[in-house]
């Protein structure tokens, strides 16, 4: 009986993936809860209200680790619905993996930032390729889409092209020089610090070739 009910639930949650996928995207948030994710440090920092994910407290990341490509992405498109409010500061990693304390080493953060005082703004592949102009408004659903493949990052606002990018095959010098590689890994949304409050809603992932 034990395992004809694992098989059961294990058809269901096959089930749900292929209804949820449309056209090859994937959403990794339910709308209703934190199931897939996991918060590290201050985990009270996020929660669900009304359909959406509440970025707002101590700084702390919120890792995918559910079952979507076993949570490791190469190459991949992302979309996300965010809202930002006044001098907010967060952002969305990529290629990284579970970290319990501090931000996180390995990958790249795709800021998500319209007043907070650092400058780096929207979209900008932060540190490497970054963003000075502020494209959308607080308090205004904005969709971001990152698009990885192979070793070309490319990141949009509202369809707007914001970065196109292509690692180099010399590696970069400095403290992060291994850990930014494009590789492979998970997401994860930041909250920066106490003062930054965010929504993230859709979050849709679209698996692309290797």
Known sequence: MKRIILLTAALLS??????????????????KSLE??????????FKVEDGKIVVFGPRAHLFYVGPVQNHNFTNFELKLEIMTF????????????????????KGHEVQVNTTH?????????????????SLVKDEEWFTMHIIVQGKHVTTKVNGKTIVDYTEPDAPETGQRASARRISSGTFALQGHDPGSKIYYKSILVKPLPN
């Open 14 to 31: 096959t089930a749900f993936l292929a209804a949820d996928d449309k056209d090859g995207w994937i959403s990794l948030f339910d709308g």
């Open 36 to 45: 897939g994710w996991k918060a590290s440090e201050n985990p009270d920092t």
């Open 86 to 105: 006044p001098k907010a500061n967060s952002g969305v990693y990529f290629h990284t993996e579970w970290l319990e304390k501090g931000f996180p080493r």
């Open 117 to 133: 005082t650092d400058p780096k703004r929207t979209a900008g592949l932060y540190g490497v390729k970054d963003n000075y102009d």
